[in-house]
């Protein structure tokens, strides 16, 4: 079985119809900005529920995060959607009580199956308040998030109302987009209710969009502790003060300060942390580091020693530096000039409206023949000769009286024939003008 590191981010949502409220929908995604694409049909996916275009578009009101793996996402979303049945909650504090749907066919014959009590934005938040407070779920680093300013209305009132609070520490934020309003930053600002919740509202990130769902966040951190085990030699527990040996440092854990150079064991740290909060539990959830003495959160430390502990793949794609674009040797650079020199475009033009600077039409009104590449921008009239002789070698080879003869037949046969935008410029008649090459004069017919 193949041991993959801790998600970088898995979320359960509820959605909103924004043409009739009544319509709910709850589910789970790594990426919660694609998924409401789909929903609302701008991208292939969704559910069939969703997919009824009098109900689009759909709405994002609120998400849970914070899931050890995406089985355990799946199991909470399937303990929303079914509240009534599911075993995480003892039937004695269910709010929604299971119901039974008969159906009796032509036959006859009576068929019972249980039904799905009537949802409400409500019971939905209740249910979720229920969840987040058993013990399977209490213990886990969830964090709830609402960008419905209504919906997170509807939430501070059902918490006020319960009679059991949530976890001691876990976070529910109002976070909004732009164009979305907030409460006053001085009451929601880093505030802690009385049911021991910290309450936060910020309008930074831009709702869904500033949720982070990859791993990017963590490359300093990934770098640092990287750095720092494969480096320092000597290192000592933060915790226990005891020698850190070469084999244990792969599964040593890092604080992920800045300027904190802290190095623990992964049991040392477990235990002071389970120590300072008093808790008995086998898991921890967050304590100050023995060293600097921040705030951390385990479920941080553990995602960054899965990543570079199961999947060295992506460490190494995170950690891997932009390749440096190496100048060009001189050699090479003349090489490539003359290259491109040779494969010159002919163009004639008597304006300077086109990016490169042309110079005006020579005396008597004749248009010069000049010659443009990508490496050169403009070059002079010689170089254009002879880029030409280079191009039709063959024609312009002048070794015998018999050659001669014959180039200079073909050079009254040969041509090349103008662009349009060219012809167009300089006010040629819309019939195909040509003209000689360039080693003879330019002659143009306008008998035509």
């Not at 030409?388 to 001669?404: F, H, K, P, T, V």
Request: glycine share 6%; net charge positive.
């Amino acid at each position: 079985m193949e041991v993959r590191p801790l998600p970088a981010f898995y979320c359960c949502y509820l959605l909103r119809s924004t043409v009739h409220h009544a319509s709910l929908y709850v589910g789970s995604t790594p990426n919660p900005l694609r998924r409401l694409g789909q929903h609302n049909g701008h991208s292939k996916g969704g559910a069939t529920r969703t997919s009824r275009s009098t109900l689009r578009p759909w709405e994002m009101t609120c998400i849970v995060s914070g899931f050890p793996s995406q089985v355990a996402a799946l199991q909470f979303e399937w303990a929303w959607q079914n509240a009534h049945l599911t075993r995480h909650i003892p039937s004695d504090e269910r709010l929604s009580q299971r119901t039974t749907i008969t159906k009796i066919s032509k036959s006859g014959r009576v068929r019972k199956r249980p039904g799905r009590p009537r949802s409400s934005m409500g019971g939905i938040l209740s249910n979720l308040h229920l969840l987040l407070r058993v013990n399977t779920f209490s213990r886990w680093p969830l964090e709830l998030r609402f960008f419905c300013e209504d919906v997170h209305a509807t939430w501070l009132k059902w918490a006020e109302q319960a009679e059991e609070k949530l976890r001691e520490g876990m976070v529910v934020k109002l976070n909004l987009d732009a164009q979305g309003s907030l409460r006053s930053s001085m009451e929601t600002q880093n505030e802690r209710s009385d049911s021991g919740q910290i309450s936060t509202a910020t309008q930074t990130a831009g709702g869904i969009q500033g949720v982070k769902v990859d791993y990017r966040h963590l490359i300093p951190y990934l770098e640092k502790s990287t750095k720092l085990l494969e480096s320092a030699k000597g290192i000592t527990c933060g915790s226990c003060r005891g020698s850190i040996s070469e084999a244990a440092r792969k599964m040593a854990l890092v604080c992920p300060k800045e300027a904190c150079k802290g190095v623990f064991h992964l049991s040392c740290l477990a235990d002071h942390f389970l120590q300072s909060s008093g808790s008995e539990d086998l898991v921890p959830i967050e304590s100050n580091c023995p060293r600097c003495k921040e705030v951390l959160l385990w479920k941080d430390l553990v995602q960054e020693l899965t990543i570079r502990t199961r999947d060295p793949k992506t460490l190494a794609k995170l950690l891997k530096k932009p390749k440096e674009k190496k100048a060009m040797e001189p050699r090479k650079a003349a090489a490539k000039r003359r290259k491109s020199k040779t494969k010159a475009t002919l163009l004639l033009t008597g304006t300077e409206d086109d990016d490169t600077k042309m110079d005006d039409l020579e005396d008597g009104g004749r248009p010069r023949l000049v010659a443009r590449s990508a490496a050169d921008g403009l070059v002079t009239d010689e170089d254009v000769s002879s880029g030409a002789s280079e191009l039709d070698e063959d024609r312009c080879n002048d070794s015998d009286d018999d050659s001669d003869k014959e180039d200079e037949d073909e050079n009254e046969n040969a041509s090349l024939v103008l662009s349009p935008r060219t012809k167009a410029l300089l006010g040629f008649p819309s019939a195909p003008t040509k003209i000689p090459p360039s080693n003879l004069p330019i002659v143009i017919d306008d008998s035509e």
